[in-house]
């Protein structure tokens, strides 16, 4: 089976840029796609073919994927952008998701 | 706007089915997407169960592959999903969602997301 690997937690400083990552093997050749998540909540599609926003999610909200290592990017970071970020691809027919990393702003 | 709500029984005892269904609104099911089902257990994150296309191709989780059905109802829009012998480890919240695609020129294949989710449906698998 395919994993994806992100880092548990990341603190930030309001204002400042937070990079989330995703591992996988040749994560570069597959399309990679970010969620956020706040408590008690659905989670929202921020990213989409690894870096496309869609419509209505802020522009400081950013991502790339190359060769095993997709990144999602806060930029200015708020305080409403508290949450966990989940990272997703898809392969041989499965959805895959990482185990996801909880963002604090503080 | 399209809208996904969940709802079944919250409550399930172990070794029994556990039943949800998801109703869509403001879209018809029939109209070119795929729809999936998602959990999360409590304090965990996120575990992808299974997505079907109207027509009837469905694509499963290997893991939990042995024990689900995911089904369409389009007369009524809606679509579910039944999981047999549950377990304790089956408590989630349970959500649907509407799945999109993009296709990867590379692989040539159409990668799956999730681009619409319901509120979520808290099931608790316990005597």
């Known amino acids: 089976s395919y994993d994806l690997t992100q880092p548990p937690s990341l603190s930030v400083s309001p204002g400042q840029t937070a990079s989330i990552t995703c591992s996988g093997n040749?994560?570069?050749?597959?399309?990679v796609y970010w969620y956020q998540q706040k408590p008690g909540q659905s989670p929202v599609l921020v990213i989409h073919k690894d870096s496309k926003r869609p419509s209505g999610i802020p522009e400081r909200f950013s991502g790339s994927n190359s060769v095993n290592t997709a990144t999602l990017t806060i930029s200015g970071t708020q305080a409403m952008d508290e949450a966990d970020y989940y990272c997703?691809?898809?392969?041989?027919?499965?959805?895959?998701f990482g185990g996801g990393t909880k963002l604090t702003v503080l | 706007q399209v809208q996904l709500q969940e709802s079944g029984p919250g409550l399930v005892k172990p070794s029994e089915t556990l039943s949800l269904t998801c109703l869509v609104s403001g879209y018809s099911i029939t109209s070119g997407y795929y729809w999936g089902w998602i959990r999360q257990p409590p304090g965990k994150g996120l575990e992808w169960i299974g997505t079907i296309y109207p027509s009837g191709t469905t694509y499963y989780n290997p893991s939990l592959k042995s024990r689900v059905t995911i089904s369409v109802d389009s007369s009524n829009n809606r679509f579910s999903l039944k999981m047999s012998f549950v377990t304790a480890a089956d408590t989630a919240v349970y959500y649907c969602?509407?799945?999109?695609?993009?296709?990867?020129?590379?692989?040539?294949?159409?990668?799956?997301?999730?681009?619409?989710w319901g509120r979520g449906a808290t099931v608790t698998v316990s005597s």
């Open positions: 040749k994560l570069g050749d597959k399309f």
């Open positions: 997703q691809a898809w392969d041989i027919g499965t959805v895959v």
């Open positions: 969602a509407r799945v999109s695609q993009s296709y990867h020129f590379n692989s040539g294949q159409n990668h799956h997301y999730m681009d619409v």
